[in-house]
T-cell receptor, first 113, second 109 residues
Framework: KAGVTQTPRYLIKTRGQQVTLSCSPISGHRSVSWYQQTPGQGLQFLFEYFSETQRNKGNFPGRFSGRQFSNSRSEMNVSTLELGDSALYLC????????????FGPGTRLTVT | AQRVTQPEKLLSVFKGAPVELKCNYSYSGSPELFWYVQYSRQRLQLLLRHISRESIKGFTADLNKGETSFHLKKPFAQEEDSAMYYCASRSVNTDKLIFGTGTRLQVFP
């Protein structure tokens, strides 16, 4: 099985712009979660989607949003980018929500200048 | 609030020495606990989970509810164990997976 894929792998944006990141889960997986990884804060949960519905949301401002499509692919969007949004954004998929193991993608490295 | 604490940012040991990576959680219910590992230039991956009670690559972790700890242990470290280790917990109520800040394990030859 192909693993979780994320596109693009690297992105450079300027403050005030918006960005969309994409995640394709492992075939058959219906749950997708997003995390932000920074050296200072570590891995922080952004949100989780299952069957096109947001099941869980972390403590991030409304500038961070996401969605999931019927094929389980997911996108996350960050509007009005700030310097502090520079991070590695990780996507993870699992068969369903709950106790199933999460499989992580390679991440998208976002740099905001 | 649900929280996972890994007090050590870096742990350095020599090959063959015992290893203990500390993890404490704060949650009043019954969380599900995990250890994830990230080797150099590889993806984050699950190492073990407390409900399975298994040993992976020689690592074990025991849930101590009294001390709210889930320390990761290995009796004899190997150089290939060098990696970043993250402890994580998921609450039964919210299903959110909360990670600690991670501990970098360096095993010297």
């Amino acid at each position: 099985k192909a693993g979780v894929t994320q596109t693009p792998r690297y992105l450079i944006k300027t403050r005030g712009q918006q960005v969309t990141l994409s995640c394709s889960p492992i075939s058959g997986h219906r749950s997708v979660s997003w995390y932000q990884q920074t050296p200072g804060q570590g891995l922080q949960f952004l949100f989780e989607y299952f069957s096109e519905t947001q099941r869980n949301k972390g403590n991030f401002p409304g500038r961070f949003s996401g969605r999931q499509f019927s094929n389980s692919r997911s996108e996350m969007n960050v509007s009005t980018l700030e310097l502090g949004d520079s991070a590695l954004y990780l996507c993870a998929s699992s068969f369903e929500w709950g106790v199933y193991e999460q499989y992580f993608g390679p991440g998208t490295r976002l740099t905001v200048t | 609030a649900q929280r996972v604490t890994q007090p050590e940012k870096l742990l350095s040991v020599f090959k063959g020495a015992p290893v203990e990576l500390k993890c404490n959680y704060s949650y009043s219910g019954s969380p599900e606990l995990f250890w994830y590992v990230q080797y150099s230039r590889q993806r984050l991956q699950l190492l073990l989970r407390h409900i399975s009670r298994e040993s992976i690559k020689g690592f074990t972790a025991d849930l101590n509810k009294g001390e709210t700890s889930f320390h990761l242990k290995k009796p004899f470290a190997q150089e290939e164990d060098s990696a970043m280790y993250y402890c994580a917990s998921r609450s039964v109520n919210t299903d959110k997976l909360i990670f600690g800040t991670g501990t970098r394990l360096q095993v010297f030859p």
